[in-house]
């Protein structure tokens, strides 16, 4: 009976290290719209949310840069992500998602056009599949919710390939 005491008692010990465990686990991610699909990035990479402005483009940029904007006195380039991720232009880009300069191996100042930004959530690691398909190395996987899927990328690894 002794035994099933000190069984019964480390049991509930674990369940708060399964809470920390989880905890650890998540991830903060921002959602953001594409053509009507959603898709987030790590929150660590996110600098700011800006409305869009005038963006100038620039003569012989690649395909996937519409151009540069003065961002507190940065010069910001501003990327389509629809024309990186071959996604369908069904909406009208109207926020840019400003990303942490530091995240760039040459110290970039980028923007992504985003049609519309939903929230930033906390998503666990457990709710992470694998893409598909081979999509490229920058589609980190799919975010598995209830109603929906979101497609988890990462904006340094995007650039970089399609460099």
């Known amino acids: 009976m002794s035994n099933q005491r000190s069984a019964a008692a480390g049991a509930s ?27 987030c990035v790590d ?14 483009p620039v003569p012989n940029a690649p395909g996937f840069v519409e151009g540069v904007m003065d961002l507190r006195g940065r010069t910001t380039s501003i990327v389509d992500p629809k024309t990186l991720l071959n996604v369908g232009d069904d909406g009208e880009a109207r926020r840019i998602v400003i990303f942490d300069a530091d995240s760039f191996a040459d110290d970039a100042a980028v923007g992504w ?5 939903h929230q930033v959530d906390r998503v666990s690691m457990d709710d992470i599949e694998e893409p598909p398909m081979d999509r490229g190395e920058f589609i980190e996987g799919i975010v ?3 109603e929906d899927l979101v ?3 990462t904006p340094t690894k995007t650039i970089e390939s399609s460099a």
Do not use: C, H, M
Not at 45 to 54: A, H, M, N, T
């Open 43 to 56: 929150i660590n990479y996110v600098s700011e949310i800006v409305d869009r402005g005038s963006v100038t």
């Open 151 to 153: 497609v988890w990328v």
């Open 13 to 39: 010990a674990p369940a708060a290290t399964d809470d920390a465990d989880d905890t650890a686990r998540k991830i903060q991610v921002l959602e953001f719209e594409l053509g009507g699909e959603t898709y």
């Open 113 to 117: 056009l985003v049609d519309a930004v």
């Open 144 to 146: 598995r919710r209830e």
